[in-house]
């Protein structure tokens, strides 16, 4: 089998790391991809955002499997263009990727199915009146951009005054194009989060096992939100009563109210959840993989993920099975110093060799590149660490012991990824 694999992040890197083990895997291409990436596919230059080139590129290099890593692709239509040249890719259609692409679609329709959802205030294409009915809402609340903004659109604060900010530079200044021109504002919710993602072709999909990203830029979950600062996978997440739950009440009407509504999804569909006491809540659909989730699942993978894919890209996902070892696994973000603000490019990255000799351990470039032989930061998240473990404990450990052995000027992480399931296994049990 011949892969191209479409993106150049962390999870890329893991996707493309985890695809060249299978056996069936004759060559594996990523575009664009990055220096790191390169150690293990032959990477390609391209526009991720280029749907037409990469169709052509996919064409002239006799793919037989593409995959595309990250959303934005998606959300322009990549599917329907391959479909239209009897190419195989893996990933939904335009239109139902829009489950990801709008916010305002996908609130509207968990409305229309009573999938459960944060209750909102109203969407809102008029900042003034977004910032009036700001005014009479509790705290704390969530303003949401619609469009995609690499999970940065996302606000949740106690103060009136912040949202109101936000709001304004949303809709009234440019920072986020056009993804700003519309926004939710709605309810806040407490409880642990969940990432739920599911392989489906449109009507029986295969639960991945369940994980647990980190957004806040800062240790306890505070800071801002960023495209994610670690992530854990572990089956202690998620009991197999509220799995049952999940799927009765979420993903089993999602796939197939989207399929009514707009196309079959087929492809990875990404639930983010909040396990409130009331049962658990929708917060975001995406049509893609996690990132960094991917880096942590991609560890425990006990199965041929090229045949996998491939069987779930031409719709057989029947014979589709994915088991899980070992137990746990845990991945770290090592962010360059500014971000997620203004990430600070150029230093040198060292320790990277050091990794060689650590078992269940891998180290997944993100934003790098290599300048006379060494890596250097060029990008906000640089690279995650990853590692499993029989247990989270040890796969903790194992990803804190690689994670100081690297370093580089500003490199900052958090300390904290996964610290809170200790405590947290019962409850989330018990919810
Ligand atoms: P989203 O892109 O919608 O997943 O939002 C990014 C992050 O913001 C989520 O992972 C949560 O941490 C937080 N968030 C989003 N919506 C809510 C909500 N209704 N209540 C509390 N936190 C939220
Ligand atoms: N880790 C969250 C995301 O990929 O959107």
Not at 57 to 67: F, G, N, P
Not at 83 to 97: D, I, M, N, T, Y
């Amino acid at each position: 089998m011949k892969i191209l694999v479409i993106g150049g992040g962390g999870r890329e890197h893991a996707l493309v790391w985890k695809l060249r083990q299978s056996p069936a895997v004759e060559r594996i291409w990523c575009a664009p991809g990055n220096d790191g990436i390169s150690e293990d596919a032959e990477c390609l230059p391209a526009k991720t955002s280029d749907v037409a080139v990469l169709a052509t590129l996919a064409e002239s290099l006799r793919a037989d499997l593409t995959v595309a890593g990250p959303e934005q692709p998606l959300v322009l239509g990549i599917a329907d263009e391959f479909a239209r040249r009897g190419l195989v890719l893996l990933g939904p259609s335009l239109e139902a990727a829009q489950l990801e692409g709008s916010k305002i679609f996908a609130k509207e329709f968990m409305h229309r199915y009573a999938i459960p959802t944060a209750s909102t205030y109203g969407t809102f294409d008029s900042a003034a009146k977004a910032r009036e009915v700001l005014a009479n809402a509790d705290m704390p609340v969530v303003v949401k951009a619609d469009g995609l903004c690499a999970g940065k659109g996302v606000l949740v604060t106690s103060s009136a005054g912040e949202a109101a900010t936000f709001i304004t530079r949303l809709m009234e200044s440019d920072d986020f194009g056009a993804a700003g021109n519309r926004v939710i504002i709605e309810e806040c919710l407490q409880g642990p989060e969940l990432s739920y993602i599911v392989l489906t072709d449109g009507e029986k999909f295969v639960p991945l096992a369940p994980s647990r990203d980190y957004k806040r830029l800062s240790d306890g979950n505070f800071g801002p939100n960023t495209g994610g600062m670690g992530a854990i996978s572990s089956n202690e997440l998620l009991s197999s009563e509220m799995e049952r739950v999940i799927q009765e009440k979420i993903v089993r009407p999602t796939i197939e109210g989207i399929a009514k509504d707009a196309a079959p999804y087929r492809g990875f569909l990404y639930f983010g959840l909040m396990m409130t006491a009331a049962g658990p809540r929708v917060l975001e659909f995406n049509c893609r993989l996690g990132d960094p989730e991917t880096e942590a699942l991609v560890m425990r993978m006990n199965f041929d993920l090229a045949e996998t894919l491939f069987a779930a890209a031409k719709g057989r996902l029947a014979n589709a099975e994915m088991s899980w070892q070992p137990r746990a696994s845990c991945c770290l973000v090592l962010a360059a110093e500014g971000y997620p603000q203004r990430p600070k490019l150029g230093a040198r990255i060292s320790g990277l060799s050091s990794q060689e000799k650590l078992s269940s351990t891998a180290v997944f470039h993100a934003g790098t590149r290599k300048v006379d032989g060494q890596y250097c930061v060029n990008g906000g998240r640089v690279l995650t660490v990853a590692a499993a473990g029989d247990n989270l404990a040890q796969a903790r450990l194992r990803a804190y012991s690689a994670a100081k052995k690297i370093s580089f000027d500003g490199m900052h992480y958090r300390g904290d990824i996964g610290s809170e399931m200790n405590r947290a296994v019962g409850e989330v049990a018990r919810s």
